[in-house]
């Protein structure tokens, strides 16, 4: 057998175990799809955990230029749990490097780490469309929103719905991609994510470095 259908049966079923315990401990009902979110989580988790220790990934370790004529946006989001609020970052950047757009918003959602990756993809595709491009790469550093936005599969949960409606935009591009890139070559967006939890509900920067970006 796979090692890596043996890990993804090891996590499962400690997660269904935890589950037996809480509700036997403490009368707490989990439903299962938040047992399948979290086994998700901590294997995507556990990839990027071999990443950073220099396995074998395929992922780019740091930010790369998208090719002539194509622009690159690099989306993350941040959770809030206190307040029920996700925020999303997105860098747009063209194939010289240079920062074009970005965004940084926020919502009241259920502060599900999967569930705020999926509403940043989604987020992601719907600032390209606004923002009128044609040729792009949609990158972040979720392998799990990654595989899901390249898969055929359908789902019925909120975080797929939100797959769902990303991938229908990204067909009205004339040409789209997706990458997954390691967390340290995602350090834009994830700073726009972070300062999204703390701004307006919406900012959009033409050309322009936002305050919470360092300049280099």
């Known amino acids: 057998m796979e090692s890596k259908i043996i890990q993804e049966f090891a996590v499962v079923a400690s997660k269904i175990w935890w589950r037996r315990n809480t509700l036997i401990f403490k009368g707490v ?13 901590i294997l995507d988790e556990l990839v990027e955990e ?27 989001s941040a959770v809030d749990k206190a307040r029920g609020i996700v925020g999303v970052g997105v860098a747009v950047r063209n194939s010289s490097g240079s ?19 999926t509403f940043g993809a989604l987020k992601t595709a719907q600032f390209g469309m606004e923002l009128g491009l044609t040729q792009v790469i949609i990158e972040g550093d979720s392998i799990q929103v990654i595989n899901q ?11 797929s719905m939100f797959i769902s409606e ?38 959009v920067t033409l ?6 970006i360092p300049l280099v």
């Open 149 to 159: 936005l390249r898969s055929g599969k359908k789902g019925f949960n909120s975080a």
């Open 50 to 76: 071999r990443c950073r220790a220099g396995m074998v990934c395929n992922s780019a370790e740091v930010w790369q230029a998208p090719k002539t004529n194509w622009v690159k946006m690099n989306w993350d």
């Open 207 to 212: 050309e322009d470095l936002p305050p919470c």
């Open 166 to 203: 990303a991938k229908q935009l990204l067909g009205n591009f004339a040409k789209w991609e997706v990458s997954h890139v390691r967390r340290n070559g995602n350090s834009i967006a994830h700073l726009l994510a972070k300062d999204a939890l703390s701004n307006h509900d919406h900012i």
């Open 29 to 41: 009902f989990a439903h299962p799809k938040v047992i399948v979110q979290e086994a998700r989580f």
């Open 99 to 117: 920062i074009i757009a970005t965004l940084r918003t926020k919502k009241p959602l259920f502060p599900d780490p999967l569930l705020a990756e």
